[in-house]
């Protein structure tokens, strides 16, 4: 079996895990406070182009998210969020479990514009109601979005201003963030993020590393504090060495941007050998995860060499499937896969 | 200046205001452990129909929703709505304040079908991600809802059904409750209630009390450490006694359902003459709250002598607005407004 | 029977019930924004002597200490208070339920010190686990406390300044203010209040109100979105000016003032009757509250006229109970109370 | 430097780490639906002696207690705990962050008795103001405690006698409970816990691993819906598999409990040697953290080359310290700091 259905499947690159491996008797000081977190900070500043945004690290996402947005926010603030996005759907509550509302504004690509924030968080402070409506204090979105779909830089920069203009903040899930930065589509660096977000983060557990993510914090009012944050939602890890380590391996050499652009490469390939095959592509992502509509039957044969996700139901033969590439996804997995659909499509045209 | 905003402009039935005053310099033991609420649970348990009903007193909406939901639910576990239910809306993310994420549902006319609640939930409990995702609970409907509109008793035993099915429990908002049952076209009694609902409540605030609301607790699993709750949300009155003399006053004598009949009958005359005035209506609702669409020139001139609530701007010159009546609205007071319309109109339509 | 077990057996003062009377059927909007709650914040801040304080209106005191609270703090933040305070004993972990922890210090009157409060900040500040431990941001205090006891202007204003040189909100919670404030040994005065406190509450429910509490709001940083935080924890009353016309009563003609000196000079008649008869004070309470200790056969034998709280057991064969004054207490009450202990000591004597 | 600091300087043991290495670039599923993570499971009930417990694997210590407390408790619930308890001190609040108070009990040698616990729940359950008071449905105990010291078999067998017959959780704290097993006056088997406990966890980031907690899920009620909470506290690690691959190699061929031994076989080693010096110890503890005074003068000289944990001031010159051992430290290290300790006190008395 082959698993293309997630990018969390295997453990670490191995250059992370060499680094693990060579320092792991080393005796240093716990909950971040050692040489490795200090030195993996110090190169993610760099990459930001700044040294005067506070690096954290979090072990996963949900709990990367909670952290952050429960800092940012007071009781009878919330979160906006596109209705596709990971807080609004995949962390069973996460974020209400620690107050706030999470706002869910429409869309069908997984991404917000400009206009939908400036709009709601204008309606909001102008309803004669205001104080019975949760008042929204943060934007959260993600590059690449749940869908793999990515935002320009014109895009965010116009985020940014709507935001700032409202005293709203703004706050960037990077999950997948190589593998959005390494697609041939973006135009965002990590220097952009670090000028037009608040505060973003840059995934490691799906990007490398065992597991790991990086927090950027560029508004000087969250900065403070937010340890007490990160302990209180239980994310301070004792070996806090750990993610440094890793980090520190995945920024040293520019390994992050390198496995990215390996996992974005053979993304593409996917994509093409999509299109070439005449399939209906269920939403078009420039990314990692590739999403595209297959007739149950095809389904069902794939499935017995080749693991994906299913995403859902489009007719009553066809449903919609993602495959996802990573650091670790080998060539051969990916011609094996394009080779077996289209074997499978042929012998289903026979018939 | 007359008021149509709302349903709480003055303050309570003067019955129930004479029995306040009567039994004023009483001493009795504090938070709802007296005579009076013993009374008044009496009385509704008979208005029920069922004496096994637990009845709790809570002072306002707002808090009566939050402890309700958040006494019945686990933290992992959420409460489905109509997107324009109250709890969603207009209370400032107590919900959500509490831990609970509020699943909120699409709909044009403010409620909720069978359907739709089996659907969510059965796709929730069949995800492939179930436990990343809110588990729903809790149906929480409103009779009347925020627009007015009525659950027909087919409707309600419809979605109790499909709640008891999947064990989800199910909570009636009834702020509004006996403008509900006062109206021409309900078909649903307090007994029924109290056969298909785990929970709800009988709004006292807006139906001739100065404040209040009864809790009906049905399910047994619900009764158990109910007053805890109370507590902790802030709902004990100190002097509890209030809510049981106001209660015991309204459900003497039929007072809340005669009562209720006064505002829908006025409510009926409001609708009538928007009708024959060839008014289009913003949705239609046979209870206390009218909502019409108005040219923003006739809205301008009303408010010189008529207070009404602004609900949403429909086009570039119209809006729809709301109009409410009460147990304390004047007949004379509906007529004036009636005559108002109707020269503004012909005004209008002169130039 | 007659009561002397709590300050909150009757209704409201007969004034504050007229008042509510005479408008009971005039039409205002809603939550407070009505012209009684603007007169009663005029008369409130007259009294205070500022007209730059906010005031704002809420129910009951669980719920005023749970919205303060939570409005002042962020999630990592404490609330310090004396081991006996209220928010510690008997609001059901309604702070907690907030999320914040109630930092409980001890003592044996009820009151802290600011010698403790200096010392506790600055240890935790100074801790090499900082993050790791509760950071102490707001000080509760009562006045008077939970045990009757006062405190004098020079330990408040101790108080005060150790906690704005640790940047700590100071929170008073006055539930029986004006039994405070009317006491032979008090020497604050509510313009001291708004100097001294951050914000705190002047309580109506105890004190001649049907129910009430009008929190005064002093720093700056505070009064931003406290509606917001109001609305939330289900604190804002529909019929708002309810409490306005209550307070509007009460501090129009002092009369908050004069009956609480009424309830003051009731309970030290009982001080003194418990002193002329040698009974063993349980505490040296100042204030409306007297605490005795009583031989459980006469606890027993006074429960056949008299109610009273128990407080606790003293030993074997004695008990600590609590007797309470207010605004609505008879002075033939207490000349009753005083001569069947008397008679039940000279009984219990001879035997 | 050496560090005694902490029992979490170094990475892991090798063996688990070879384990990572050696599965690092297999495909598995995320979220812990691994085969690892069920062999895991399978070993650890094999240790428990129980297979009908459930295995579920966390990353750190707090985020283990806050998600096993707040999926036991309802709102108003709270959970009972020695004073010098690690979720009341050292956890940034991350327990009441969830909303619920942590009750906290005197004592001096960080362990609770079967006693108090009744005296405590008792008293709460007979209070007339009952619901006012947080009610207590979960003692916390850690074994060994925060201070080094061990419940005896006796000692656990009463306390889970007296929680059961009042329907009270009894989760135990296993942070270093490798090292409490390894002990020689330890009379508790893992089997014992899986007897007396409702849920426990098996500590693996101070014994052995990366990071990593085993909750052992006794009682049905607490087994439901448990990864719901996971989820939502941020606790489901998405490559899942890491934490079984890492118990997996802690409970093949008893290596827990082999790697434990070492540790505390040192400390006895250190215990011994601080008696032989005549030093004063803090707290007798039979586990790897020895505690004992030292004059200032000796802690300043020492840290020159060994690093340890300061505790508290015993007096104008003493200090208390705290000396751990883990799996990693080396027999020289403790030679080595015993030599110095007796180099120093030698010379101090010379002077």
């Known amino acids: 079996m082959i698993w293309f259905n997630s990018d969390y499947s295997e453990g670490a690159h191995p250059e992370v895990l060499r680094k693990l491996t060579e320092t792991n008797m080393e005796q240093t000081p716990g909950y971040g406070e050692d040489v490795y977190c200090m030195q993996a900070a110090g190169l993610i500043q760099k990459a930001c182009g700044r ?19 429960a800092a940012a926010l007071r009781p009878f603030q919330g979160v906006i969020t596109a209705a596709s996005g990971h807080i609004n759907n995949h962390e069973s509550g996460a974020i209400e479990a620690t107050g706030h509302k999470v706002i869910a504004l429409p869309g069908t690509d997984g991404k917000l514009t400009a206009a939908q924030i400036a709009d709601y968080v204008d309606w909001q402070a102008n309803d004669e109601s205001v104080e019975h409506i949760v008042q929204p204090k943060m934007v959260y979105i993600s590059h690449p979005t749940e869908l793999g779909t990515l935002y320009s830089k014109e895009e965010l920069t116009k985020i940014s201003k709507v935001c700032r203009e409202r005293e709203v903040w703004l706050y960037l899930d990077g999950a997948r963030l190589g593998y959005g930065l390494a697609s041939r589509e973006n135009d ?30 560029v508004a000087e009012e969250l900065k403070k504090d937010f340890r007490y944050n990160m302990k209180q939602r239980g994310g301070r890890l004792a070996k806090g060495r750990l993610l440094g380590v890793q980090f520190a391996a ?6 992050y941007f390198k496995i990215s652009k390996h996992a974005a490469g053979l993304a593409e390939q996917i994509k093409e050998a999509f299109e070439r095959m005449g399939l209906h592509r269920f939403i078009d992502s420039p990314t ?3 999403f595209v509509v297959l007739p149950d039957s095809i389904c069902k044969k794939l499935r017995e060499k080749f693991e994906y996700e299913y995403w859902q139901r489009m007719d009553e033969t066809h449903s919609a499937v993602r495959f996802c590439t990573s650091w670790a996804t080998k060539e051969e997995h990916v011609q094996a896969l394009i080779e077996e659909l289209e074997r499978l499509l042929a012998e289903e045209e026979r018939n």
């Open 51 to 69: 040294n005067d945004v506070d690096i954290q690290f979090l072990v996963g996402g949900t709990q990367t998210n909670t952290t952050v947005i």
């Open 188 to 217: 965002l660096t990590l220097p952009d993020l670090a000028q037009l977000c608040d505060v973003f983060y840059i995934g490691g557990t799906k990007v490398g590393a065992l597991f790991g993510e990086a927090v950027v914090i």
């Open 250 to 255: 995945l920024f040293e050499d520019d390994l």
């Open 288 to 290: 990692n995860q590739q």
